[in-house]
T-cell receptor, first 113, second 109 residues
């Protein structure tokens, strides 16, 4: 069974530029999560989807961050414009129905210069 | 809100036993996860405790006391490959999972 796929794995951009991350969850998993992880810290939830509906986006900085999960499968997380403080690892995870273990993708490591 | 505390770093010797503690204060509680995360890699699931008591899975065991807001992860017969960060995560109300900052474990020969 294929795991959670994320791309790109690494991204270097200049501040004020836009950036987008893509996630393909495990087949059949209805719940999808986007996390931000800073070095030496635990993952922090940005947004959680149940199918195509965003059920928890309370910690998503909506002035610059946006996300979508069209058709309830793949998801895209966008930052526009990026700031220096956005440098972090962006993790995508999925679970069958939100009540079980989350399976994480390899993450996208973002560096904003 | 959720507040999760775990030690920042620990060091233990190969072949020994180490216990990583986690205390939490949460609004609502459904269960507690432990994840392992090697440097530069994604977290991987270790255990999920819902009820009080000890659950054993090979060299790893996890304990939960809901009344005390306390859990620990016990690693036996430590191996060098166990050097990693161990994340405690609490599932609270509305199925929201909150992660602690993680405990970086270094296993030395």
């Amino acid at each position: 069974e294929a795991g959670v796929v994320q791309s790109p794995r690494y991204k270097i951009i200049e501040k004020k530029q836009p950036v987008a991350f893509w996630c393909n969850p495990i087949s059949g998993h209805n719940t999808l999560y986007w996390y931000l992880q800073n070095l030496g810290q635990g993952p922090e939830l940005l947004i959680r989807y149940e199918n195509e509906e965003a059920v928890d986006d309370s910690q998503l900085p909506k002035d610059r961050f946006s996300a979508e999960r069209l058709k309830g499968v793949d998801s895209t997380l966008k930052i526009q414009p990026a700031e220096l403080g956005d440098s972090a690892v962006y993790l995508c995870a999925s679970s069958p129905n939100g009540l079980e273990t989350q399976y994480f993708g390899p993450g996208t490591r973002l560096l904003v210069l | 809100g959720q507040n999760i505390d775990q030690p920042t770093e620990m060091t233990a010797t190969e072949g020994a036993i180490v216990q990583i503690n986690c205390t939490y204060q949460t609004s609502g509680f459904n269960g507690l996860f432990w994840y392992q995360q090697h440097a530069g890699e994604a977290p991987t699931f270790l255990s999920y405790n819902v009820l009080d008591g000890l659950e054993e899975k090979g060299r790893f065991s996890s304990f939960l006391s809901r009344s005390k807001g306390y859990s620990y992860l016990l690693l036996k017969e430590l191996q060098m490959k166990d050097s990693a960060s161990y994340l405690c995560a609490v599932e609270g109300g509305y199925q929201k999972v909150t992660f602690g900052t993680g405990t970086k474990l270094q296993v030395i020969p």
